[in-house]
C-alpha cells in the first residue's frame, strides 16, 4: 500500500454508510486501485492521484455512453435512480462538459471573465483575511464542497509553500494574496476540495502539479470526487482541528432543486462538527435579469456554459439552464435564510449589499470600489458557526 493511497483512505469514508475503506484485492501497483466499505460493500476508486467516491449508482450512470444509450436506459428505469439522483447526474455532465475550460474562462485569478474575476476575488480575500486569523490560535481544515479546477486549493496551497505559484507571486496584482505565510504552513492542516465531476478533480490535481503544489498533493491537499451531500470525513484525524467549509460562487445555485440546496447545507454542518465555520456564497435574485441574463450567462461565460435556453429562463423563481446542462438559480436574501432555518443552522449571519463591507488588505487585487460597485450588489454572503453542540 502507497502512502498516498493510505493517506487518502484515513480521511475519508464510504459515501453510502459512513464507514470506512479499504482495499477490495489487497496490495496493489495498479494505476488504478478498488476499494470497498467494510461495512455495505460498496466499491470505489483511486485512480490518477485522487479518490472517486461517487455511490456505486451514480457513477455507473455516469459511464453510461451517448445520448441514446442514456434515454433507453432512463425510459426502461435501469438506473433506479432517486430524482435527486438523476439531478445529481445532470449537474455532473455538466461540469464534465465544461472542466477543460472552467479553470482559464471563469476562475482564473487573472484571465478569468472580468465580472466573475471581481466576485471571485471578493470571495478569495474574505476568506482569507477570515483563514488569517483563526490560524493565529488555531489547526484548520479547509473544505471546498463543489472545488471545481481547484481554485482554493491552489490559493491556498500557495501559502504553505514558499515555492509554489510562482507567476502568481511575482504578478503585482496577486502576489500579496499569494504570497507565503509562516501561519498558514504551521497551522492549515488539511485542504481538502471535493467536487461531483471526476473531470474537474482531474484538472484540479494537474493545476496543482503545474504550479508547483505536486509535494503536497495528496498529503496536505486533496481532490477528491464525491458528492458534498453524502461525503464523510474521518472524525479521527479531523476532530482535532478547526473546520472551515465554503461552499462558493454559485455553487449552491448549481444544485437542481431545493432538497438538494438543504441537504448540502446539512453535509456542511456535518463536515463543520464539532467545531468550525461555514461561509456559503450566492448570486443575488434583484439582478437575475438585467446582469445574469443579458451579462454574465448571456455574453462572459457564454463560452465555457453555452447559450441560456430560452424556455428554460424562469424569471419569476430566478432560474436558468443553458445548452451545456449548467442550471443556475439565483437567491434572495431571505431565500437563503430559509434554506438555513431548514437546514437547522442555527448561530448566523447573512449578508447582502446593505451589510458587506469593504475589504482593505488587498487594494491591487480588489479595489475598494469595485467591491462595492461592481461585487455586494450581486453578491449575498452567509456564515454560520457550528459548535460541539452541532448548531
Known sequence: MTSTVYKNL??????MCDSPLVFKNGKSNSRQEILS????????TFEDGSLNLLPPKIRSEICTKGIIARIIKD??????L??????LVRGILASNNMAKQYFKNVVHPTFAAKSARSYERF???FIVQYLGNLLKTKKVTFLDAGSGPGRFMLLLGSKISPTSCRELKKNPETRELYKHDISYEKNLRYIVGIDYSQEMTRHSSMLLRRYGLGTYLNNRI?????VAQNFHLNKEIFDDTYKVVVCTFQTLGNQENRDLQVQLLKSMKKLASPNGTIIVSVFNKRLFKSFGLKKFYGKEVKKTVGNIIASKEDLENSVLRTTKGVYSKWFSKQDLESLFKEAKLANYTIMDESSLRPITDYKKYLKVDEQTNQVFPRAILGLAKVNSEGT
Request: glycine share 6%; proline share 3%; with cysteine.
Open 37 to 44: 466499505c467494510r461495512k455495505c460493500n460498496s466499491t470505489y
Open 222 to 226: 486533496f481532490p477528491i470526487t464525491g
Open 82 to 87: 432517486t430524482k435527486d439522483e438523476h439531478d
Open 75 to 80: 425510459k426502461l428505469h435501469l438506473g433506479m
Open 10 to 15: 484515513l480521511i475519508a469514508q464510504c459515501s
Open 123 to 125: 470571495e478569495d480575500i
